[in-house]
């Protein structure tokens, strides 16, 4: 008699839980593969080394646990700025509530449509990302993405971009379980956008493949909440051409659970990476993942990943950061740098940073450190008759700083500042 498995029968589970998409041939195909995939991985376990720092029993019961919806009066992000929105409620586009699908120089097309097509340039990028980043780390949550997810956007940047396209995921049913996935492909010379922000759904499960080509750039700001009980596996997976650029940064406040995973390649010489972000949590149930994966294979190419985390009341922070160096990569430029700022001491942040270095010719570094409010500069801010709440406030914003000073945008970086002024605010009403 066969011993059950508890991982592949959540992986199992887990497939048979959603419907089988239809689409042309090839993408039934790499569906079919990246299934194939799951099954031989299985679902994750905390005995995963990569999953020792979070429990993921809340991304594979199936089905998903319930989260209660949230309100708020608060103006939307991104509303103020001149862009294209498109809308997701529970996973599900809604092309009432969003923009028209035009902007000069992008197109945009829903993901199923793109992939019903025999001929169409998703064929090159869907599931391909994802697959090269299974290695030599196992992503099973993204795998089961790509073999479910129906929803998604497939966008091409030709040229560059007016403004940018905004994604905003509502929340509306309290046992949603949302599978989104996104492919974006910037050609050579070409600049792009892209903004998202909300929570997606009681438990939502996002990938996006990113091709950045020769001398493009691409730039991407998300913000996650504010529900509390949300639950939020994200990943993205970019590729770097030669000259490129590619930067992401991404605000958490709220939520039970999240985990959001980046996987860069530089596939060409001279380009440019910074991922970083911003976490701040408020009780023991908040748990916030920040898993990072950069593979240098390219010459004089430069990476950096900046993350700072607010954690009070027993809310636990996490960060696994991994910059690895091939052989022919020389003049590599590597940064790291991952810190966590505890508000009591009931607080926890998990560090595990990594460097693997197989070239000669680099500059790379790495640092984490945790630790409490500055006495000094707190007195100093208090004996000049600031409030202690707001000294402490300060305290906090100056310490995000340095990952918000990441965003190239100066009124989006302001706008980031603003909310987490306002996510302190009300911990003191």
Not at 95 to 106: I, K, R, Y
Not at 129 to 136: A, M
Request: charge should be negative; glycine fraction near 8%; hydrophobic fraction near 40%.
């Amino acid at each position: 008699m066969a011993v059950s498995n508890p991982k592949f029968d959540a992986s199992d589970a887990l497939l048979a839980g959603f419907d089988s998409p239809d689409g042309a041939k090839w993408a039934v195909d790499k569906r079919a593969s990246a299934a194939a995939n799951l099954r031989r991985m299985g679902a994750p376990v905390k005995r995963h080394e990569y999953w020792k720092y979070t429990n993921p029993t809340g991304f594979t019961i199936f089905p998903a646990p319930s989260a209660a919806l949230f309100h708020t009066d608060e103006t939307p992000m991104f509303d103020a700025i001149d862009r294209v929105k498109l809308v997701f409620v529970d996973g599900v586009f809604d092309a009432e509530q969003s923009d028209d699908l035009t902007l000069e120089n992008v197109q945009i097309e829903t993901l199923s449509d793109s992939l019903s097509k025999d001929i169409h340039w998703a064929k090159e990028l869907f599931g391909v990302l994802e697959n090269n980043g299974q290695t030599p780390v196992d992503r099973p949550l993204a795998a089961l993405n790509t073999a479910v997810a129906q929803e998604g956007l497939a966008i091409r940047a030709t040229g560059h971009a007016p403004k940018p396209i905004a994604i905003r995921y509502l929340h509306s049913s309290e046992t949603s379980d949302a599978m989104v996935h996104h492919i974006v492909k910037v050609d050579e010379g070409a600049h792009f956008t892209l903004l998202e922000s909300g929570p997606g759904a009681a438990r939502f499960n996002s990938v996006m493949e990113v091709d950045v080509a020769d001398k493009a750039q691409f730039h991407h700001i998300r913000t996650q909440g504010r529900d509390h009980e949300r639950r939020t596996a994200t990943h993205m997976f970019g590729r770097l051409g030669l000259e490129s650029i590619f930067r992401s940064f991404t605000m958490t406040v709220n939520g039970i659970l999240t985990r959001n995973e980046t996987v860069l390649e530089f596939t060409g010489d001279n380009a440019k990476a910074t991922v970083g972000g911003t976490s701040a949590g408020d009780g023991k149930e908040f748990h916030h993942d920040d898993t990072v994966f950069v593979t240098h294979d390219s010459v004089d190419c430069e990476s950096r990943q900046v993350f700072k985390k607010v954690l009070r009341n027993g809310a636990t922070g996490v960060f696994q950061g991994k910059i690895l160096v091939k052989a022919d990569a020389q003049k590599t430029d590597g940064y790291q740098i991952s810190q966590g700022l505890l508000l009591d001491d009931n607080s926890n942040f998990l560090a595990k940073p990594e460097l693997e270095i197989y070239a000669d010719d680099v500059i790379c570094s790495h640092g984490s450190t945790v630790g409490a409010i500055d006495d000094d500069a707190l007195f100093y801010l208090t004996s000049r008759g600031v409030h202690k709440k707001q000294a402490q406030d300060m305290l906090v914003l100056a310490f995000l700083g340095e990952a918000i000073d990441e965003i190239d945008d100066d009124a989006i970086a302001q706008g980031i500042r603003d909310r987490l002024e306002q996510w302190m605010e009300r911990r003191h009403a």
